[in-house]
Nanobody, 125 residues
Framework: QVQLPESGGGLVQAGGSLKLFCAVS????????AGWFRQAPGKEREFVVA????????FYTDAVKGRFTISRDNNKKMVYLQMNSLKPEDSAVYYC??????????????????WGQGTQVTVPS
């Protein structure tokens, strides 16, 4: 059974930092692209950042470039999201996801087969 439970979310003041963790089990992480998506209340799930398999290329949405960093440890089966300079508009439920599609689909949520349950990040305004 594939599981991607996330942890590390919480409440942080604007300008602060959080690190999210995704512990992958049930699949060989090195064979998968790993992505982070987020969904705010009343909005669609949106792409945040992804790391291509086995980890050499990175893709970011413009809103988080220079502030967020994705990393992965294929041996430990962990995916991380370091979030710095957080803003109120970053508040959302953050999801970890895994995919084997081509790179052209790496920003598309519908291209990811496996998902975590999400972790809440709240940045008060």
């Amino acid at each position: 059974q594939v599981q991607l439970p996330e942890s590390g979310g919480g409440l942080v003041q604007a300008g602060g930092s959080l690190k999210l963790f995704c512990a992958v089990s049930g699949l060989t992480l090195i064979n998968y692209h790993a992505g982070w998506f987020r969904q705010a209340p009343g909005k669609e799930r949106e792409f945040v950042v992804a790391s291509s398999r086995p980890g050499g290329c990175f893709f970011y949405t413009d809103a988080v470039k220079g502030r967020f960093t994705i990393s992965r440890d294929n041996n430990k089966k962990m995916v991380y999201l370091q979030m710095n300079s957080l803003k109120p508009e970053d508040s959302a439920v953050y999801y970890c996801a895994a995919s084997t599609v081509t790179l052209s689909g790496i920003r598309r949520a519908d291209m990811y087969r496996y998902w975590g349950q999400g972790t809440q990040v709240t940045v008060p305004s």
